[in-house]
C-alpha cells in the first residue's frame, strides 16, 4: 500500500532558524504533492501544491518545496521561520491508482519559540 | 473562495446514541471525504463519495456509514456511538477539474462519554 512518511513528529525552533520538514512517499509512477497546514484551532488548508514542471514550487507565506523525484521526497522549506508558523504541518500524495484520493503523512507539530 | 461547512463546531454525546455529521460545500465538487484526525496519527479517511448517491469505503469504516442525497452534502453517521469514536471529523471536496486538492472544513470535535 502506498505510504507517506514524515519524519519529524514533533520540531521545535527559534524564531529566525531555517525549517526542512521531511516527506518522503513510496509511490513510483505519476504523483500530485500537497503540504497542507493547520494553524491552532483553524481549518487545514494548502500550503502548495506541485503537479509538473518545475520541481521547486513556492507557496504562501514563504514557503517551498522541492520535488525529488529519484528520493520519492517532497521536503518542505523556509529560510527564517516566525511565531505565526507555529502550526501542525501535513505532506499529502496523490498517485493514478489511488485515483481521486490523497493519502496523507501523520503530520508534524512545528513550534517556533519567539 | 471554495466553502466547506460542518453542522457543529463541537459535539459531545453519549455511548449508544446515533450521531449526524453534516457537511455542505458551495463550489459544485464531484468528490466529498470523510476523515478523523487524532494525535499522531494523521487524518485517517472514513469514507469518500464520488457522486450523489456513490460511496466507498475508506481506511476505517468500521462503525460509520455515509449518506450523499445531493451534489452538495455529505453526511456521516455513527449508528451507536462508541468512546473510542472520539475525535476531530474533518470533512472536505475536490474536483474532477483539478489535481484533486482537497479543501476542508473547520471539523467537528466529537466527544463520546
Known amino acids: 500500500a502506498q505510504s507517506v512518511s514524515q519524519h519529524n513528529h514533533h520540531v521545535i525552533l527559534s524564531e529566525a532558524a531555517s525549517l526542512e520538514l521531511g516527506c518522503n512517499y513510496s509511490?513510483?509512477?505519476?504523483?500530485?504533492l500537497f503540504w497542507y497546514v493547520q494553524y491552532p484551532g483553524q481549518h487545514l488548508q494548502l500550503l502548495l501544491k506541485y503537479f509538473s514542471g518545475d520541481p521547486l514550487v513556492k507557496g504562501i507565506k514563504g514557503f517551498e518545496a522541492e520535488f525529488i523525484k529519484s528520493k520519492f521526497s517532497f521536503n518542505l522549506r523556509k529560510p527564517s521561520v516566525q511565531w505565526s508558523d507555529t502550526a501542525e504541518y501535513f505532506c499529502?500524495?496523490?498517485?493514478?491508482?489511488?485515483?481521486?484520493?490523497?493519502?496523507f503523512g501523520a503530520g508534524t507539530i512545528l513550534r517556533v519559540k519567539s | 473562495d471554495v466553502k466547506v461547512t460542518q453542522s457543529s463546531r463541537y459535539l459531545v454525546k453519549r455511548t449508544g446514541e446515533k450521531v449526524f455529521l453534516e457537511c455542505v460545500q458551495d463550489?459544485?465538487?464531484?468528490?466529498m471525504f470523510w476523515y478523523r484526525q487524532d494525535p499522531g496519527l494523521g487524518l485517517r479517511l472514513i469514507y469518500f463519495?464520488?457522486?450523489?448517491?456513490?460511496?466507498e469505503k475508506g481506511d476505517i469504516p468500521e462503525g460509520y456509514s455515509v449518506s450523499r442525497e445531493k451534489k452538495e452534502r455529505f453526511s456521516l453517521i455513527l449508528e451507536s456511538a462508541s468512546t473510542n469514536q472520539t475525535s476531530m471529523y474533518l470533512c472536505?471536496?475536490?474536483?474532477?477539474?483539478?489535481?484533486?486538492?482537497?479543501?476542508f472544513g473547520p471539523g467537528t470535535r466529537l466527544t463520546v462519554t
Open positions: 472536505a471536496s475536490s474536483s474532477n477539474r483539478g489535481y484533486y486538492e482537497q479543501y
Open positions: 463550489m459544485d465538487h464531484e468528490n
Open positions: 499529502a500524495v496523490n498517485a493514478g491508482e489511488y485515483g481521486n484520493k490523497l493519502v
Open positions: 463519495s464520488y457522486d450523489v448517491k456513490m460511496k
Open positions: 509511490y513510483g509512477g505519476t504523483v500530485n
